[in-house]
């Protein structure tokens, strides 16, 4: 990401998480926007991995050469909530036909100053994978758990929570999965280790996102490789 990408992309992201607030459903068209426009002049290669969801996906800037050979598109936007990428799914997963989709969503769901409970983050899940399986019906669907970050520490136990019940669900159906990062983002001490975040203690630095690629791509290696 360019400086040019970085400076739209947080013009997009500051519009869009205030628009998100009020539950505009159109809070992130600047972003959608942008990603239709690049595959008007690179479009994607069929088949390839989706992860869609929100900025932690976003600033995962190494995600195509961490996840290389396997072919991915990145489609994370801003401070995107469930309810966002429910919103877009026709517009940054249907388009694709992807191989399969890896979501990682909910953890700007609960956040100051609404915190929503964790079934309503769970109903928000269902919500995606039914909108997603209204094209794509046997598109597997990996969830990546929702992170514990030290600015959120606060609120783990909805995340736990909202976790346990996504994770319950997607025993249910072969073709969904539940990826855990919690145990290598946690230090000795049982709280998030500080040395793998950014400064803003949220979204995972350079170091952080090795210990993401060390868990999801063996999974997606193993399924799809």
């Known amino acids: 990401m360019n400086i040019t990408q970085r400076i739209n992309e947080g013009f997009n992201m500051f519009s869009g998480m205030m628009r998100s607030f009020w539950n505009d459903p159109n809070a992130w068209e600047g972003s959608i926007r942008t990603f239709e426009a690049q595959d008007r002049r690179q479009p994607p290669p069929p088949g390839v991995i989706v992860f869609a969801g929100s900025s932690s996906f976003t600033f995962w800037d190494t995600l195509e050469k961490d996840m290389a050979p396997l072919a991915v598109l990145n489609r994370g ?3 995107a909530r469930m309810q ?38 769970y109903e928000g899940y269902l919500a995606f994978v039914q909108r997603v399986r209204a094209r794509l019906p046997g598109v597997p669907i990996y969830f990546v758990g929702i992170t514990p970050t030290p600015s ?5 136990p909805i995340v736990q929570e909202a976790n ?23 230090g000795q001490d049982g709280q998030p280790d500080r040395r793998l975040y950014r ?11 090795v210990r993401w690629t060390a868990v999801i791509k063996p999974v997606l290696t193993a399924d799809l490789g």
């Open 77 to 79: 936007f801003g401070g």
């Open 84 to 121: 966002d990428v429910v919103h877009y799914a026709e517009r940054i997963v249907w388009p694709y036909h992807p191989r399969a989709v890896v979501l990682f969503a909910g953890t700007n769901d609960i956040a100051w100053p609404r915190p929503a409970s964790a079934q309503v983050v």
């Open 152 to 156: 959120r520490w606060k609120y783990w």
């Open 164 to 186: 346990r019940l996504i994770r319950e669900h997607t025993r249910s159906d072969p073709n969904l999965r539940f990826i855990d990062l919690t145990d290598h983002l946690l």
């Open 199 to 209: 400064s803003d203690r949220l979204h995972p630095n350079a170091q952080g996102y």
